[in-house]
């Protein structure tokens, strides 16, 4: 997976006003999969989201689709900590990030949705409706499955 400069610039143009705020570089203190943080799994799954709506020509919103994957795992704590290893953050955690995201950014319903429908079927009511929420909802699973399996 590669994206021409110009693709990177705009990405970043994108996310400027989240990359430096504070609250979001937190997400660099918490590990996601394996030695993966998840401010690391969030710029992969953004990239990668980008990428097939790109490439595929799937005609999806660059906003939404940039803003909804970067803020798809916007929980900001230590699942491994929390969890007690019930399983409870997979079905609970998209939830908070969506939260986290209004409360912090105001974010639309649109990227709402995305954020919100990210971790289907596991959170098997929350079907994703849109292109840029099925995106991020594959693009997400990909990088995991790549980060659990080489990462460790
Ligand atoms: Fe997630
Ligand atoms: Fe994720």
New binding site residues.
Partial sequence: MKLRPEEEENINHILAPYINDTRVQKMKNFM?HGRISTYE??ES?TRLSYWMNKRLHIGADERVLTIGAFL??YYLYDWHLTDEGHGLHGFSHSNTAMENAINHFGIGKRTQAVIES?MWPLTFTKIPKSREAWIVCIA?KC??TKETLLCR
């Fill in positions: 996601q799994h969030v799954v798809h795992d990210h997400d990088i995991s």
